[in-house]
């Protein structure tokens, strides 16, 4: 075993930590902090023509003020289809069908709501972390597996060094998106 595998494993660990900050932003972005955003509406699959497919790939998603959220469909023949698939995800939001496009009004969030929110926002950011370190475990596995196949102790230790400090980093970006989307859920 070299350094070279000690790097390799460094990259590694960065790419998949990078993914979950990623995982972990995007989340974020889908618990709502009053204002509407099209975003709110991913992950949401409409069954229509037989398969299931992203609402994206089956309407325009627009906001024409900040509390409303309009979808217009490319075929009216699924209308009721994503009106459906709005309800089962279960968004806190009724959709109102005029026959030709759907809209969602976004109700101010009270006191308590917002509190909700901040909740769910830190327990997203657990998992972000639990990720994080389940990758860094993962790594100084690796490394005390080198370890054991013949790489130098003081490599070895440099490698995990190295990984707690990437570590350390990414902790850091997923405390500061949290502290962010806690300061925007508060926002009055």
């Not at 627009?62 to 309009?70: I, V």
């Not at 950011?125 to 639990?130: F, G, L, P």
Request: no cysteine.
């Amino acid at each position: 075993m070299t350094e070279a595998d000690v790097k390799k494993t460094l990259d590694e660990t960065r790419s998949l930590m990078s993914k979950a900050v990623e995982h972990f932003e995007f989340e974020l972005s889908r618990i709502r902090a009053g204002r509407a955003t099209p975003s709110m509406l991913d992950g949401i699959e409409v069954d229509a023509y037989g398969a299931k497919s992203p609402l994206s790939q089956m309407a325009n998603v627009s906001t024409p003020d900040a509390r409303t959220l309009t979808i217009q469909p490319w075929d009216a023949a699924i209308l009721q289809h994503i009106e459906k698939a709005i309800l089962a995800a279960n968004i806190g939001l009724t959709p109102q069908n005029d026959g030709k496009i759907i809209r969602l009004n976004i109700p101010p969030l009270t006191e308590e709501r917002r509190k909700d929110l901040a909740k769910q926002a830190k327990a997203e950011a657990e998992v972000a972390r639990v990720s994080l370190r389940n990758i860094r475990r993962d790594a100084n596995e690796k490394i005390k597996k080198f370890l054991k196949d013949g790489l130098p102790e003081d490599a070895a230790k440099k490698g995990e060094t190295d990984i707690q400090n990437v570590t350390n980093d990414y902790t850091a970006k997923v405390e500061k998106y949290l502290e962010l989307k806690e300061k925007e859920i508060m926002t009055v």
